[in-house]
């Protein structure tokens, strides 16, 4: 077993880890442990908003979670000899839930709070847990489905320079700027309010890293919360280092997930453990030409055969006509699915979670034909322990229960 370098605590708070933690991204958080290239080690993730969601029947913590909090990231990470320009190399070796929490929850944010892809359809809060039965997945919220889990990291990146920072910060502030009054908002900018920040101790470089600090929210230049399904046991990441010691960091780890985690809190999310190996490409960014990580895949992935894929135009539901809309394309397939999927009995709101649960597949169909880009959901059919294929006879329809609410 490799060694554990940094382990959590899941009956403690996030700011009472055996090991700090932090949820900002800045080049001044220390590093917490240092490996040399080569080396394999364990780390240990708290799921990623540090506890606020609990296992029962209630989605009051859904709605109310705190999301100034998230991600909580293990790490930073010191790689020896790691400098600016190098390319990190990062191998997920293993990775699974943690023995104490052989669970995972997914949410439907309300439109107030987050929202998600469809928050415009689903703007109210719900939940659903599921329970881990080996390397499945089934829940009592979303009755009638079982299948094989892909485990991964949501999140993990290296530390950003200064002067990179600096560029997040501006660039997402003018977006901001365009509709400050947007619910929900554009993009997070950066806030001390609930900011944990490792092994900083209160005082003047604490607040400054605080009002500097970039959320985690994104997927950026350093790779971060990027939600790539399949990078899961033997997948290697290719991450840019912009700092010394590269500062690795991991979080978020998931269960299961759909392709574009469409419901926010989308995956099956979990607290758990990876077991990685890195090394390094010295300069690798000027070799290779990386502006972004590159990703490889693992082998590793659920045996599938069969699929109904739902197809999306880029039309607007009030029939207005868009040019190449990849996003409105892929909303109208995952819009498309969950009407397909409630005439078995399933209300929207467990389509929606299961969508963002299951692993579906999301494709760019078509993108060059004017004016309609194309996209296309696939929904694997086995995961159903019924039939979901369209017949003469029609659709069976059962009840299904409803996803957990507030009450």
């Known amino acids: 077993m490799a060694e554990t370098l940094i382990a959590v ?25 240092s490996v040399r290239p080569g080396a394999v080690f364990r780390v240990e993730c708290l799921d990623w908003t540090g506890g606020q969601i609990g296992n029962n029947d209630s989605a009051n913590d859904v709605r109310d979670v705190d999301l100034n909090q998230v991600h909580y990231m293990s790490g930073p990470i010191d790689v020896q000899g790691a400098e600016p320009g190098d390319l990190l190399v990062v191998d997920i ?42 390397i499945y997945a089934r829940s009592r919220h979303i009755p009638g489905v079982r299948f094989v889990g892909l485990v991964h990291p949501g999140l993990i990146g290296t530390a950003p320079s200064q002067e990179l920072l600096d560029r997040w910060n501006r660039r997402e502030r003018a977006l901001i700027d365009k509709d400050p009054g947007r619910v929900p908002p554009l993009a997070n900018p950066p806030t001390p ?22 959320r985690t929210v994104p997927g950026r230049e350093n790779g971060g919360n990027c939600d790539i399904k399949n990078l899961s046991r033997g997948s290697r990441i290719y991450l840019p280092v912009y700092v010394k010691g590269a500062k690795l960091s991991v979080g978020d780890l998931h269960f299961s997930q759909g392709d574009g985690e469409i419901n926010f809190c989308g995956a099956i999310e979990m607290a758990g453990w990876l077991d990685l190996h890195v090394d390094l490409i010295k300069d690798g960014i000027a070799k290779y030409k990386v502006v972004n990580p590159i990703f490889v895949p693992g082998p590793v992935e659920p045996r599938y055969s069969r699929y109904l894929a739902f197809q999306g135009i880029s039309v607007a539901e009030d029939d207005t006509q868009l040019y190449l809309d990849a996003h409105y394309a892929y909303r109208r397939a995952c819009l498309n699915a969950i009407e397909y999927f409630k005439q078995f009995g399933y209300s929207g709101d467990q389509v929606y979670l299961l969508l963002g649960t299951a692993p ?28 979901v294929t369209p017949t003469a006879g029609g659709p069976v329809v059962v009840e299904r229960g409803q996803a957990a609410m507030p009450s």
């Open 9 to 33: 605590d899941t009956s403690k708070p996030p700011t009472d880890q055996p090991v700090p933690v932090h949820n900002r991204w800045h080049p001044d958080i220390p590093a917490v442990v």
């Open 93 to 134: 070796l293993d990775i699974g839930p943690l023995p104490e929490w052989n669970w995972g929850f997914s949410g439907i944010f309300a439109r107030e709070n987050g929202g998600g892809f469809l928050t415009d359809y689903y703007p109210e809060a719900r939940k659903a847990i599921f329970d881990f039965e080996g």
């Open 193 to 214: 309010e609930s900011a944990v920040l490792g092994e900083v101790r209160p005082g003047a470089a604490w607040d400054r890293i605080a009002k500097e600090g970039a």
């Open 360 to 387: 579906v597949e999301g494709r760019i169909s078509g993108i060059v034909d004017i004016p309609n880009a194309v996209c296309t959901l696939y929904v694997p059919t086995e995961i159903f322990e019924f039939d």
